[in-house]
Nanobody, 119 residues
């Protein structure tokens, strides 16, 4: 059973930066796509970023493009989400995912970490 554990969330001010981490129980990020999603209260889950394991290409949601960066450290079985120039609208629970079997659909999910950005 693959386990994903997110960390790094917290309360920050607008304009600040934060780095989220997603630690996996095994070496899955070297063979699976990794993704970050978020969900704000009363809203649907939103795609944030994806790291494609085959070629290292990255993809971002329009609302975070140019501000967020997804990366991985396969030796540590960890995927990161560097979030810069944070805005209040970035406030959400952020989820890590691995094992994309269909575009946007993942086998494994973390429990989520709260990010709150104050204005």
């Amino acid at each position: 059973q693959v386990q994903l554990v997110e960390s790094g969330g917290g309360l920050v001010q607008a304009g600040d930066s934060l780095r989220l981490s997603c630690a996996a129980s095994g070496r899955i990020f070297s063979t699976y796509n990794a993704g970050w999603f978020r969900q704000a209260p009363g809203k649907e889950r939103e795609f944030v970023a994806k790291l494609q394991w085959t070629d290292g290409n990255t993809y971002y949601g329009d609302s975070v493009k140019g501000r967020f960066i997804i990366s991985s450290d396969n030796a540590k079985n960890t995927v990161y989400l560097q979030m810069n120039s944070l805005k209040p609208e970035d406030t959400a629970v952020y989820y890590c995912a691995a094992g994309e079997y269909k575009v946007g659909e993942y086998l494994h999910w973390g429990q989520g970490t709260q990010v709150t950005v104050s204005s």
